[in-house]
Structure formats: structure tokens, C-alpha cells
T-cell receptor
């Protein structure tokens, strides 16, 4: 069974540009989560989507947004990129049930120059 | 607001020795997770602890959960170099997962 997949693996952008990151969950999983792992800041929760709806949002500005498609894959969009957005962005998926372990993808390394 | 604290943040240990990583959290939660992360890689799930007194073991790693004390431990027995990695605990709160800062473990000969 395929795990969580993310693309691209690496992304280099310039300040002010927009970045789009993609995630495909494990088959049968309806929930997708996005986390940011920035140097020195640890892992921080960004967004949670389930059944196409945004269920929860972490303490990030509105320029971080996303969506979930009917096939449960998800996009994370970061507008007006800033240098401090450079980080590893991890996507995870789960079945969305009350007790449900999250499985993480390989991540997208975003570098903003 | 749920806070998760791990200690130590850095741990250098000799091969063959035992050590424990601690994870304290501030509010009641039903589930606690331990993950391993190798440099530049994603998170690998190690343990899911769902109830008070839960103990799980895999190889040289053993995790336990005391929900009354809001404390989980990850015990390393007879460390080997392959265990060198960063270990995170994570707790479910109002947001899906709140992570500790991680413990960077280095096992040296």
C-alpha cells in the first residue's frame, strides 16, 4: 500500500512569490494535515482538512492557505513568501475517525531566497 | 493551551548504555505518540499510547504513559549507533498534534 506522497521534494522561491505544495494521502484516508518544521521552531501545526472542509488552523497568517480535493488530496499555498517561510513542510493523513494515527509523508523542503 | 515539553533536548550516550527521554504535557489528553526523525527525513511512527499505564516495546525502545502525571517516557536499552536520530513526542489537544521540541540523540562508540 502506498504511503503519503508529497511533491515537489524541493522548492526554491524568491521573496514575494507564491509556493504551492501538494499531498496525496494514503488510500482510504479522508483527513490531511499540514505541519511546518522550521529550524529552531520545531514542528508546528498548520492546517487540517477532512472531507473537503478545513477543520482546524494553527497560528499562522492568512497567506498560508490550502484546500482538499474530492479525491482527498490537498494543496498548501503560501503567498507573499518571506525568508522565514523556509522550512520542511510535512503532510500527514489519517482515517479521520476519533482515534486515528497520523502517517507522515516525506516532506517538501521550501527554500525562500 | 496545550504545551509539550521534552527533556533532554540533546543526549549523547555511549553504546551499550541505558537512558530515558521524558515528555511532559500540560493538559489532559487521550493519546500520545512517539516519532523518530532522521536528518532531512520525515517522521517515522514509533509508538501510539492510548491509555494510562500503557507500555509498548519495540527492540531497544520502550515507551510508557502515565496520564495522571501527564508524563510519558521513552527508555533506551543498550543503545546502538543506529538509534542516533531525533525523537519527538506529540500529544493530541485542540489542534491535531502538539509536538515537543525533540530530543537529538547521538550514540557514540
Amino acid at each position: 500500500e502506498a504511503g503519503v506522497t508529497q511533491s515537489p521534494t524541493h522548492l526554491i522561491k524568491t521573496r514575494g512569490q507564491q509556493a504551492t505544495l501538494r499531498c496525496s494521502p494514503i488510500s482510504g484516508h479522508t483527513s490531511v494535515y499540514w505541519y511546518q518544521q522550521a529550524l529552531g521552531l520545531g514542528l508546528q501545526f498548520l492546517l487540517w482538512y477532512d472531507e473537503g472542509e478545513e477543520r482546524n488552523r494553527g497560528n499562522f497568517p492568512p497567506r498560508f492557505s490550502g484546500r482538499q480535493f474530492p479525491n482527498y488530496s490537498s494543496e498548501l499555498n503560501v503567498n507573499a513568501l518571506e525568508l522565514e517561510d523556509s522550512a520542511l513542510y510535512l503532510c500527514a493523513s489519517s482515517t479521520g475517525q476519533a482515534i486515528s494515527e497520523q502517517y507522515f509523508g516525506p516532506g517538501t523542503r521550501l527554500t525562500v531566497t | 493551551e496545550l504545551k509539550v515539553e521534552q527533556n533532554p533536548l540533546f543526549l549523547s550516550m555511549q553504546e551499550g548504555k541505558n537512558y530515558t527521554i521524558y515528555c511532559n504535557y500540560s493538559t489532559t489528553s487521550d493519546r500520545l505518540y512517539w516519532y523518530r526523525q532522521d536528518p532531512g527525513k520525515s517522521l517515522e511512527s514509533l509508538f501510539v499510547l492510548l491509555s494510562n499505564g500503557a507500555v509498548k516495546q519495540e527492540g531497544r525502545l520502550m515507551a510508557s504513559l502515565d496520564t495522571k502525571a501527564r508524563l510519558s517516557t521513552l527508555h533506551i536499552t543498550a543503545a546502538v549507533h543506529d538509534l542516533s536520530a531525533t525523537y519527538f513526542c506529540a500529544v493530541e489537544g485542540n489542534t491535531p498534534l502538539v509536538f515537543g521540541k525533540g530530543t537529538r540523540l547521538s550514540v557514540i562508540a
